[in-house]
């Protein structure tokens, strides 16, 4: 098979290079493909250095299948007609996730979304799979009603230049913690990613201010699960919080359903799920962090309680890597699901 | 007037002295108290030091008012006695909050719990208090039904050690902000105060866990609205979560309302609420943050949307510094209403 890595030099292209490898995935030929910025640039894969080439229709020819990871307006230029050609397109922006012929799939939670050979395919946004690892499960067993989210994003949930930003903050503050409690508004830095000091914060606005005073990003959060769980009618808010974590989202939940749902009956449930590792524990001080989750290819899912009062509804807490289970592996094994069953 | 501080040199000890200073609180004689490691150490106080004392029932006799912040066994210790000795002890730990005969006040909020004199006043939890001046006035306009909190609390809440236990792991961790993305567990640096690490990660757990899984944290901010709002029936649920932020609280709300309200009107009343600043304003990418709101005397509010569908529910976030109006202000405030008025 031919592959394409489209936005290889990325952080989520990083990933899904090294995925690619971890998983066996059948490669024939891997076609490592950037902006122009990238390339000329090499990557190593299979212990061989590949030259990256700038991202056209050109370039991809022949590839059997193209994962994407550039950003939704790169996504929108090429990726209808790449399909059309015939190589089978896994994007991890939001450009076709709400499209209706578009599959928007987490294998672990929606595969039936992947049937009849789709030529493109979306990936959802990082949050999203966070909260659908753990919610997929508890839904099909219980009938999920309504659902609301706090989010704690990592940084690198902008790419690397959101890494950067926090880096560069980091220095610039690391010493002067005490004088925080205090802080002079003029002289906290602010970068071009996030708008606001990240470090040493956290920033309730992640993408533009849309309709109805929502983030884009509470946008994609809200929309996502009702196309994933096909639930068109399903209640959620979302509000979409940044905080200085380099890698690993994490997402605050209450949920309630169509009938009484235990914290026992969500832990049998969890603890069989694919995708999801229970860290639920509170005697032994068993719980997730997004840390922790770093460098995982599940989501671990924990403080499982009942809401007070109502047998029908669970608070919860699940933890991702946003690079690779909420990106990079989700489209991998999209890939998988599709040629290599 | 005789004004006793106790804990005066923790991290809230210190906030009271301040403001007793900045609002001119009458003051006749300061009378800074500690545990017996800080005795002998030294407090400025309008210009003037004074040695730090141990605490005891002797060197608190006389005193008009004692502002608390020492930690819940040690008010238990001596406060009922020195209250009935005479002194009005304004306590700002859990000890006293859910006695039935102890006002639990934000004077902004609920003023009227002052009333009668009372000899043991205590301060809520510094996130219930954060929320607490954004939803009162919305509760008061549209009587509250509902609230769904998710915290982002600051590592000061924990006191002079939580913040150096942050600033230790960011010294060691810093350098290899792109190494956590795939972390050695055991290299990791796990301190007294959190249980896991808190640098460049999020902690799902403040206090202990207790029944049903939820933690002291979230029990308190479950109960405390309930008690301030003088609303017995309210279903409130809350996840508390430690975020790397040396300074301020945040909040993210879902309240639910007895009629239909819009963010225009949420807007307008916030506008004119005490103890609160409006920040508001998508179109001009104004919304608050934490460290926005250290060393501030109001909590920031805005990013208030409805809840898509649900015209009697609205999403807001809330944040405050939570030594100071989350702790110490609370305290000089009820101090000032109960004295000064």
């Known amino acids: 098979m031919k592959v394409a890595v489209v936005g290889v030099t990325g952080a989520v292209g990083r990933e899904m290079t090294r995925i690619l490898q971890e998983r066996h995935f059948p490669v024939d030929e891997f076609l490592p493909l950037a902006s122009s910025r990238s390339a000329g640039l090499t990557v190593d894969f299979d212990g061989e250095e590949h030259m990256v080439r700038e991202l056209s229709l050109e370039a991809l020819r022949g590839a059997d299948v193209a994962l994407v990871s550039a950003g939704a307006s790169v ?45 493109i395919v979306a990936v959802p946004n990082c949050t999203t799979i966070t909260a659908m690892l753990a919610i997929g499960p508890l839904h099909r067993a219980a009938g999920l009603r309504s659902l609301v989210m706090s989010s704690y994003q990592s940084v690198s949930g902008a790419g690397w230049k959101g890494t950067r930003e926090l880096i560069e903050q ?39 201010f849309a309709d ?17 769980l096909n639930l068109p009618e399903l209640h959620v808010v979302a509000t ?36 999801v590792e229970l860290r639920d524990d509170p ?35 699940s933890c991702a890597d946003n690079l690779r289970k909420g990106a990079a592996l989700d489209a991998v094994q999209i890939a998988e699901y599709l040629f290599t069953r």
Chains 1, 2 share one sequence.
């Open 170 to 208: 980091i220095a610039k503050l690391h010493g002067q913690e005490e004088e925080l409690g205090r802080p002079d508004a003029d002289a906290l830095p602010v970068g071009e990613v996030f708008g606001k000091t990240i470090a040493y914060n956290v920033v309730a606005k992640i993408g533009e």
């Open 283 to 317: 005697a032994n001080d068993v719980y997730p962090s997004p840390l922790e989750a770093a460098g995982l290819d599940v989501a671990l899912v924990g403080r499982i309680r009942q809401v007070p009062d109502r047998p029908d509804a669970l608070a919860l807490f």
């Open 240 to 275: 979409a919080v940044r905080v200085p974590v380099p890698v690993g989202h994490a997402v605050s939940m209450v949920a309630t359903f169509d009938r009484p749902i235990s914290p026992e009956e969500a832990r049998a449930l969890l603890a069989v799920a694919p995708g």
């Open 75 to 119: 996504s929108r230029s090429f990726i209808p007609e790449a399909a059309a050609a015939g190589t089978t397109c896994i994007d991890n922006s939001s450009a076709f996730r709400m499209e209706p012929d578009v599959p928007l799939s987490i294998p672990e939670v929606n595969p039936e979304a992947l049937e009849g050979h789709p030529k």
């Open 212 to 228: 109805g005073g929502y983030t884009g990003e509470e946008l994609k959060i809200i929309a996502e699960p009702k196309k994933i």
